[in-house]
């Protein structure tokens, strides 16, 4: 990129002036107020455009300051330059804002309505703060040599923050940190835990019923109570049947015994008198008492007689002792059917007990299911907090993925812009210094350090015009990491302020032999232009 | 013999959870079932058939006891079912010893059986599940006998996890009519006599379209089915572009002007187009348009990351974009990369 020339209609104090450009140095020179500023101001609102501020700072802003006080109406000019051999002129017109812009391709005679990214390209890819942190060199503002490096170091970590310089790095991962923290906020962690818990005791409710099983067939179960109480019934009418039977015979039999008794007694007695006179008849007949013998021998007769007529009696009463034995046949199967109810019921007890647990059973695992149901349904309903949750997880991962990358790539972005920044500037530090010193050393804090005499040396030992000249090479090797192919006009202003005669022609024999593109040094001293001419170095002077 | 075959009843399950008419979705699933059974009571139906799938999960005894009651009262109608995936048969469920009713065949074998119904000179065919997942294409190779009666198979699934169905080989098969289960959409195949009847009531959000079941006859003339309507609801997908002026409330007042107000209608809004980079629509704003059951933000930010890359060459956000938009990155990427860009290209900038 080449300034061909510039003419300001009216820009601040200047106006209806025309500055013709050529290839080299060139010395803007004139004392302070003269309009220096000015014309670098112009220059940079001609490329990028006038920021307006609008509020408060308005007053402040470049459109206020730069205001002429006549000519309004044609506040501004026209910037002609060459890019990729091709012949531009920029016209603008602050008084009417935007609009006031108009390119022409003077080599091909047209105008063109370019869109931003077009016009960026026309421009060499420049952006403004990247224009202003290599190209347009301003003197480090620092009020004391200590505070230089500090203000040097941040001029790094901006430029290496930002690479061509609009982009906020750390602020953007502030803001994908903030928005990871709100997604975090937002996530539901309870629903997640709970679905867990809730399918555990699913899991447990499932266990349970396995362990709660039916103890067997509820119809054979029941078949069989039913059996048993069929069979408790038959038994029981038996039993029924046969004590009516047993109590109809002892009804019977009970108006019997008396008679029958009477009867044995009587025939007893008489065999007993009949004994009793035999024995009284024996007696006689020892002692010869023949009439007492044969007296008590008839006696005797007849008791055998009543003894045997009431045997007889006696024997008639034979048939109601066969009928007390089948009453106690009778007696003992009944008995027997007794122990058989006594042990249906046992079993009906028993089935009763275990249909009873069995419905329990039945309950106890119905409220089981109902349980497990229950948290079915729960989890269910917490499938849409779930699908959130995911969601939110996955944007979390990707806010991750997006900071793990800018992180990746700042680091190794800078790795490689470090060091080419570092290997560039030792060239360039070696060259402007005459080999004083011999190498520059950034490091991962961008502290920066000097070799000389291969022993490093801390940057707030040395002079200002050190520091300048570090600052210089610093900007020149980034402008050569930024555009390779491309020749950028460097702006310096008051750049030499702080150097001896030594070291600006130093400097500015190196740039002239160095330097690809336009160098415009703004001074206020006669300097630069003095030690140009004494070293034989061509330029053009331009008198403010 | 006239004929009701329904199926994917799924009765218990609870869809639409966590919404506000949840518990109208729940009920309107036993609704369904009233609705059939009063069809069958009331159209003279001779054989109700379900196929597979009945109860969303495995029944709890009341309630086998409350449809065994209503299969009661339709008596003499017959009732065939099997169970499917869903209601699939566990040893310990009661749903596998349930004292049905007469009229209440549950062919609850995991091999083939049949229930034999003289009075309608019919045989059904069937098995059920008894695990959720079956593989093979126990279908394929069947064959029914001549013998004058009507076959009807009752079965359940249809892909590649729940027995894959190859309809060629059912239709070979030789039965009267076959009764399918398990897809939720109804499919008739007239000519073959096979059909998925579909569920009577939509289950969930994925279940586009209209529900009902199927209404048969088989005689003399053949076996001749069609499909009538009844679901109470309907899942209506609607598609709304965006712009990068889009915002929630303008979504949900053109929603509003768009969508039947019909509360049987539920919606399944998706969100296509592009979206200003920073934008992000509110799903509870957008909800408030209709019975909306869920918005789907598919929308992407309106970046031109060919120009992006070209404008940042210099910089990071090229290597990003480089970095991200790769063709082989996948959602998460796609997804950091807008982060990264809205983060480091904040709109106000």
């Known amino acids: 990129m080449k300034y061909n020339r510039l003419h300001i209609n009216h820009f601040g104090r200047l106006q209806n002036r025309t500055l013709e450009f050529e290839d080299g140095i060139h010395i803007i020179s004139g004392p302070n107020e003269s309009g220096k500023s000015t014309l670098h101001a112009f220059l940079e609102v001609m490329l990028f455009g006038m920021e307006r501020v609008r509020g408060r700072g308005a007053k402040n802003d470049s459109y206020h300051r730069f205001f002429p006080e006549e000519g309004s109406s044609t506040y501004g000019g026209v910037l002609e330059f060459t890019q990729d051999d091709v012949q531009y002129s920029i016209y603008r017109n602050f008084q009417r804002d935007a609009s006031g812009f108009t390119l022409m391709d003077q080599t091909h005679k047209r105008q063109l309505t370019p869109t931003d990214e077009e016009y960026h390209r026309l421009i060499a890819g420049l952006t403004l703060p990247l224009y202003r942190n290599t190209v347009s060199l301003r003197q480090l503002q620092a009020a004391t040599s200590a505070e230089l490096p500090l203000q040097l170091r941040n001029h790094i970590v901006n430029l290496r923050s930002t690479g061509s310089g609009s982009l906020d790095l750390s602020g953007a991962k502030e803001t994908l940190k ?45 078949g069989r109570a039913k059996g048993v109480a069929r069979k408790r019934e038959e038994t029981e009418a038996k039993r029924e049947r046969l004590m009516d039977a047993i109590h109809e015979r002892e009804e019977a039999l009970s108006s019997l015994p008396r008679r029958r008794q009477g009867a044995q007694i009587t025939s007893a007695v008489c065999f007993a008198a009949a004994v009793v006179l035999l024995a009284v008849m024996a007696v006689l007949l020892v002692s010869k008492n023949i009439p007492g013998a044969i007296l008590a021998g008839c ?34 199967q009944a008995e027997v059917l007794t122990e058989k109810l006594l042990a249906l019921s046992e079993e009906d007890r028993q089935l009763e007990m275990t249909l009873r647990q069995y419905r329990e059973t039945v309950w106890q695992r119905e409220k089981l299911e109902e349980e497990i149901r229950r948290k079915e349904d729960e989890l269910d309903g917490l499938a849409e ?81 050190t520091l300048d000249q570090v600052y210089l090479a610093l900007r020149i090797a980034c402008i050569d990491f930024f555009w390779p192919e491309d020749s950028i006009p460097l702006l310096l202003d008051e750049s030499f302020a702080m150097y001896d005669a030594d070291r600006i022609a130093e400097t500015l024999s190196w740039l002239a032999e160095n330097y690809p593109g336009q160098v415009f040094l703004f001074t206020c001293q006669n300097r630069e232009a003095a030690v140009l001419r004494s070293a034989g170095i061509p330029f053009r002077l331009i008198e403010m | 013999m006239r004929f009701i075959h329904t199926a994917d009843l799924h009765l218990g399950a609870c869809p639409d959870s966590g919404l506000p008419w949840a518990a109208e979705r729940k009920q309107a699933l036993w609704d369904a079932f009233h609705t059939i059974i009063r069809a069958v009571r009331e159209e003279g139906i001779d054989l109700l058939l379900i196929a597979g799938d ?29 169970a499917g995936n869903h209601d699939c048969l566990q040893p310990s469920s009661p749903y596998a010893s349930f004292p049905w009713a007469v009229n209440v065949h549950f062919l609850s074998s995991r091999t083939m059986d049949s229930a034999v119904l003289p009075e309608l000179n019919t045989v059904v065919h069937g098995f059920s599940y008894h695990r959720p997942i079956i593989r093979d294409a126990l279908y394929d ?47 008739l195949f007239s000519k073959a006599g096979i059909a998925w009847c579909g569920s009577p009531e939509p289950l969930d959000r994925t279940d586009i379209g209209r529900r009902g079941y199927i209404r048969g006859e088989i005689g003399a003339a053949g076996c001749h089915f069609r499909w009538v309507p009844c679901a109470i609801a309907e899942y209506k997908p609607v598609t709304v572009t965006v712009t990068p002026s889009s915002t929630s409330l303008q979504i949900r007042q053109m929603l509003e002007s768009r969508l039947d107000p019909d509360p049987r209608y539920l919606y399944l809004i998706r969100l296509t187009g592009s979206r200003e980079p920073d934008m992000v629509f509110e799903k509870e704003t957008i909800r408030q348009a209709g019975r909306i059951v869920d918005v789907i933000d598919e929308t992407q930010p309106a970046y031109d990351l060919d120009r992006l890359e070209e404008e940042h060459s210099h910089d990071l956000v090229a290597r990003f974009i480089r970095e991200l938009n790769r063709p082989d990155a996948g959602d998460l990427e796609k997804k950091a990369l807008f982060y990264g860009l809205q983060a480091l290209l904040p709109p106000d900038a």
């Open chain 1, 178 to 222: 903030k928005q990871r923290k709100e997604k975090e906020a937002a996530r539901n962690k309870e629903a997640g835990e709970k679905a867990r818990r809730l399918q555990e005791e699913i899991e447990e409710g499932r266990l349970a019923l396995e362990n709660t099983p039916l103890p067997e067939d509820y119809a054979l179960l029941s």
């Open chain 2, 54 to 82: 009945f109860f969303h999960r495995r029944p709890l005894l009341r309630e086998l006891r409350e449809v065994n009651s209503l299969f009661k009262s339709i008596a003499p109608a017959q009732v065939v079912i099997i």
């Open chain 1, 385 to 465: 907090t779930l699908a959130r949750n995911k969601a939110l997880e996955e944007d979390i991962a990707a806010l991750d993925l997006a900071r793990d990358t800018l992180d990746r790539l700042s680091s190794t972005e800078f790795a490689s812009f470090g060091s080419y920044l570092q290997d560039t500037a030792s060239t360039l530090i070696r060259q402007i210094t005459g080999g004083r010193y011999s190498r520059l050393l950034i490091d991962d804090d961008m502290h920066i350090l000097l070799e000389q005499d291969h022993q490093p040396v801390e940057l707030t030992g040395l002079s200002c015009s």
């Open chain 2, 141 to 187: 190779h069947l064959s029914v006998p001549q013998d004058g009666m009507y076959h009807i198979l009752l079965a359940h699934g249809g892909d590649d996890t729940h027995i894959p169905i190859r309809l060629n080989a059912l239709a070979k098969a030789g039965f009267d009519y076959v009764a399918l289960g398990h897809i939720h959409q109804p499919r």
């Open chain 1, 299 to 332: 006696f005797a007769a007849a008791a055998c007689l009543a003894g045997a007529a009431g045997r007889r009696r006696a024997r008639k009463l034979v048939v109601p002792a066969a009928s007390r034995k089948q009453l106690i046949r009778g007696k003992q």
